[in-house]
């Protein structure tokens, strides 16, 4: 019998041993790769259709996620009242989402009902008409937001940090702006979905309680379309950093806090100290008990809080800190922001504070791995970022081997002040 009065044992999250799920991979007539992983307690599933259809292959700013945005509101056939309603009369949900190299499609529902709507998406795929009045719509509608979002200081720093860091004729760099919204048209909507969601790159993505007929599924209503597995040519956007490192934009006169951003460039996933700078970020601001926000929440109480972070993208990748803080405790702010890259770049991190990241990091890793979701968005990112299949174990194991060395000598590397730019919004 089990004696209560005696505490379990704990165990460091350090200890344990984790495994991704292995996925498995189809490949439709049309040469389409599907990945799928069969997992879940409960009866039902996602499918993601991801094509390369980000704004890293738009001419025009805006026309990217205006597409995307308008796949589902309209066919020859259903309106976008009738597109919805057939999804949510069968409890599903059907989203979109525009990023820089990439537009997905993403599709939640019970398994028994995929049958009924998979050829519904085949229509959006292949039959949508983008409608006159919807465009008006879609740019009264986003005009508005924009309107609003533009009154915020931390949306303009947003945007503006990423204009300094890569300029803003890369797509890294641009944003969404009045003048672009008014000037899309019906005719290069259409030719941009043509050629990068009729005739595009498209990988799919499964996950759940998976139909034993899934691959017949996928075949039937995808296997003939002229869709294929080939990138679209090749497209290089050349980086225009601004040539000033610091800013301060006034925004809003009667504000009472201002927005911090302070970004230097940093390399992608490939490059050989990116795992290792995950475990420095950690503990310079990765985390609720990370550096930045026991020094300027909780021992300052300049701001709510205040993070840091690894700007993933595909191509190229930025290192951020970002925070709301007081507008007349914005510098001091920055000031001790420096202050922490001084002492990781002069000071070992001691044995407790690294134990406690590598503890974060790897629960957060767990936290990941609950439930096929999960699962698939870890094979996702690995798979659209051209990594080897080994990069998860080589997460984990960089997380339990770094040193408080490696972290310092990272540290000497990347958090220096001169390599990044500051911006304060007030």
């Not at 309209?74 to 309603?85: L, P, S």
């Not at 009154?151 to 890369?170: T, W």
């Not at 985390?287 to 929440?297: D, K, P, Q, T, Y």
Request: with cysteine.
């Amino acid at each position: 019998m089990l004696n209560r009065k005696i505490a379990p044992p704990i165990k460091d999250a350090v200890e344990f041993e984790l495994s991704l799920k292995p996925y498995d991979k189809y490949v439709l007539k049309n040469g389409v790769e599907v990945y799928a992983v069969n997992a879940g307690a409960e009866e039902v599933l996602q499918v993601e259709w991801v094509f390369w259809a980000g704004n890293w292959y738009e001419e025009k700013n805006m026309l990217a996620p205006s597409v995307n945005f308008l796949l589902k509101n309209g066919t020859r056939q259903k309106n976008a009242f009738e597109i919805n309603e057939h999804f949510d009369y069968y409890g599903a949900s059907l989203g979109r989402a525009c990023y820089n190299e990439t537009a997905t499609i993403n599709l939640q529902c019970l398994t028994k009902h995929l049958g009924i709507l998979l050829p519904v998406v085949r229509e959006l795929l292949t039959d949508a008409v983008f409608p006159e009045q919807e465009l008006q719509l879609y740019q009264q509608n986003s005009r508005q937001r924009l309107e609003v979002n533009l009154k915020k200081n931390d949306f303009v720093a947003n945007r503006l940090i990423d204009e300094y860091l890569f300029g803003f004729d890369h797509p890294y760099g641009r944003y969404s702006r009045f003048e672009d919204l008014a000037v899309l048209n019906r005719d290069e909507i259409q030719e941009f979905y043509k050629r990068y969601y009729q005739q595009g790159k498209c990988m799919i993505f499964v996950a759940g309680r998976l139909p034993v007929n899934l691959y017949e599924l996928m075949e039937g209503n995808f296997g003939d379309l002229p869709l294929h597995a080939t990138q679209p040519g090749e497209i290089i956007h050349k980086v225009h950093p601004a040539s000033e490192k610091k800013y301060r934009i006034s925004n809003d006169p009667n504000g009472v806090q201002g927005a911090i951003r302070l970004a230097r460039h940093f390399p992608n996933r490939h490059h050989p100290d990116f795992l290792g700078a995950q475990i420095l970020n950690t503990v310079f601001g990765g985390f609720f008990g990370a550096r930045l926000m026991n020094n300027i929440r909780e021992d300052k109480g300049y701001t709510y809080g205040i993070y840091s972070y690894l700007q993933n993208h595909i191509q190229d990748s930025a290192w951020l800190v970002s925070t709301e803080a007081g507008r007349d405790v914005c510098e001091a702010t920055i000031t001790e922001v420096y202050k922490e890259m001084e002492l990781l770049r002069t000071e070992l991190v001691d044995e407790e504070e690294l134990m406690l990241v590598r503890n974060y990091l790897i629960g957060s890793i767990l936290g990941d791995l609950d439930g096929p979701f999960h699962i698939i968005s870890r094979w996702k990112t690995i798979i659209l970022n051209e990594l080897k299949e080994d990069f998860f174990y080589k997460t984990i194991e960089t997380i339990k081997t770094t040193s408080a060395e490696d972290i310092q000598k990272l540290a000497e590397k990347y958090l220096r002040p001169e390599d990044f730019y500051e911006l304060v919004v007030v």
